[in-house]
T-cell receptor, first 112, second 116 residues
Framework: DAKTTQPPSMDCAEGRAANLPCNHS???????VYWYRQIHSQGPQYIIH???NNETNEMASLIITEDRKSSTLILPHATLRDTAVYYC?????????????FGSGTQLTVLP | GAVVSQHPSRVICKSGTSVKIECRSL??????MFWYRQFPKQSLMLMAT?????????EQGVEKDKFLINHASLTLSTLTVTSAHPEDSSFYIC????????????FGPGTRLTVL
C-alpha cells in the first residue's frame, strides 16, 4: 500500500470548516483513499473513502486532486466532538481481505 | 454501519497470568478479523490476521505462541495474551471485515490491558 504523509497536528475553531490534507504521491491506479478517525481511547471510526471523484457523506467531504497524489478531508462545521486523530490510508480494495496500515495521522483539536 | 464489540473493555492482571480478549461482529458474519495493538501516543500496529476456520497470520515480530488467536465462528475471534508481562500493557483493538459492505472494516472499541 502507498505511503501517506499528514501534518502531525492542526487546530480548528468550533463551527468552522476543518481541512485535513494528505499526500500520497506514490498511489497506484487501483488504490483507494480512506479516512478514519480515532477519538481518544476508542477504536477507529470509518469516515469516508474515494478513488478518483470527490465524495461526500453525512460526516465529511473528500476532495482528491486530479493527479490523485493528494487529498483533503473536509469537516464542514467542526464541533468539539470532532477532536480526534485522523488517519489517511491508501489501499487496494479487492476480494481479498487486506488489512489497514495506519500512519501517524493528524491530531485535530477543535477549539471552543 | 456494522457493529463490532470487544470484551472486556479494560482488564488489569498480574504478571505471568493469561488474559483472553473477545471480538464479536454483532450484526454481520466476518470471515476475517484483524488484531491491532496501540501503545500510548503511537499509531495502531497490526499484530495478526484472523481467518475463520484456519490458523491466524502473524506480522513479523509478533510471537504466535504468546498471542494466541482463535476464530472458531463467523462472529467471534479471541486473542489470548499468555504469560503477560508489563511490556504487554497496551490498547488492543480488533476489526472485522464485512463482505456485504464493500469490504469495509469496522473496529471494536478496544481493550485496555494493564499488566502489573
Amino acid at each position: 500500500d502507498a505511503k501517506t504523509t499528514q501534518p502531525p497536528s492542526m487546530d480548528c475553531a468550533e463551527g468552522r470548516a476543518a481541512n485535513l490534507p494528505c499526500n500520497h504521491s506514490t498511489i497506484s491506479g487501483n488504490e483507494y483513499v480512506y479516512w478514519y478517525r480515532q477519538i481518544h481511547s476508542q477504536g477507529p471510526q470509518y469516515i469516508i473513502h474515494g478513488l478518483k471523484n470527490n465524495e461526500t457523506n453525512e460526516m465529511a467531504s473528500l476532495i482528491i486532486t486530479e493527479d490523485r497524489k493528494s487529498s483533503t478531508l473536509i469537516l464542514p462545521h467542526a464541533t468539539l466532538r470532532d477532536t480526534a486523530v485522523y488517519y489517511c490510508i491508501v489501499r487496494v480494495v479487492s476480494g481479498s481481505a487486506r488489512q489497514l496500515t495506519f500512519g501517524s495521522g493528524t491530531q485535530l483539536t477543535v477549539l471552543p | 454501519g456494522a457493529v463490532v464489540s470487544q470484551h472486556p473493555s479494560r482488564v488489569i492482571c498480574k504478571s505471568g497470568t493469561s488474559v483472553k480478549i473477545e471480538c464479536r461482529s454483532l450484526d454481520f458474519q466476518a470471515t476475517t478479523m484483524f488484531w491491532y495493538r496501540q501503545f500510548p501516543k503511537q499509531s495502531l500496529m497490526l499484530m495478526a490476521t484472523s481467518n475463520e476456520g484456519s490458523k491466524a497470520t502473524y506480522e513479523q515480530g509478533v510471537e504466535k505462541d504468546k498471542f494466541l488467536i482463535n476464530h472458531a465462528s463467523l462472529t467471534l475471534s479471541t486473542l489470548t495474551v499468555t504469560s503477560a508481562h508489563p511490556e504487554d500493557s497496551s490498547f488492543y483493538i480488533c476489526s472485522a471485515r464485512d463482505p456485504e459492505s464493500s469490504d469495509e472494516q469496522f473496529f471494536g472499541p478496544g481493550t485496555r490491558l494493564t499488566v502489573l
